[in-house]
């Protein structure tokens, strides 16, 4: 049977918990949806090498797992003098993951956009940039809602991460209740109501967003 009263018990542990996981979902949120924008563009650019360093970059980050991507910034980067806590190397990890797949989901929307746009924002004296800002990603971003609010979803999920390099996030200091009681259920039931307190508000708004991109388009 759930032990409800946990949560009460160690609440102090797990709104800790919840704040920093809800912290490090936010800092990742930004900048995955910032880094996979210029990695989708630069997979777009008519320069070679710059495409070939966006595909080089999306084909590592998406080919091998979070979990190794967390640990080459927190065991890594220290080989070369650079110490990262637990909590920034999870972070991190989770930004570059994430943007790999944003990146994709928005190199497909950019090629959903009719190339005829694209032509005539080139031919009136836009550069490559001032295309892309002004006429092409504007549009591209309103298509891949969805697959961006998914992955946005996963990120939050993906979080959890934090907790294998002490990022004292819920999943953190949900081990830490479970090592003081010994009541494994519980402790980890109590970290996916949180889970859930993040993520659903999350979907339900994405949902929103989506209809109304569609009443609008």
Sequence with gaps: MIDFALLFDYSEEYMEGLRNTLYASLIALAGSFMLGTIVAV????????????GRAY???FRNIPLLLVVYIFFLGLPALGIILSGFVSGTIGLTVYTSAYIAEAIRAGIMAVPAGQSEAARSSG??????????VLPQAIKIVVPPISNQFLNLVKNSSILGVVSGFDLMYYADIVNSETYQTVNALFMAALLYLLLTIPLSYATRLLEKRLARTG
């Design 58 to 60: 999306v084909e590592f």
């Design 42 to 53: 630069l997979r777009m650019t008519p320069v070679r090498p710059l495409r070939w360093l």
């Design 126 to 135: 836009l550069t490559y940039i001032q295309t892309m800002r002004h006429v």
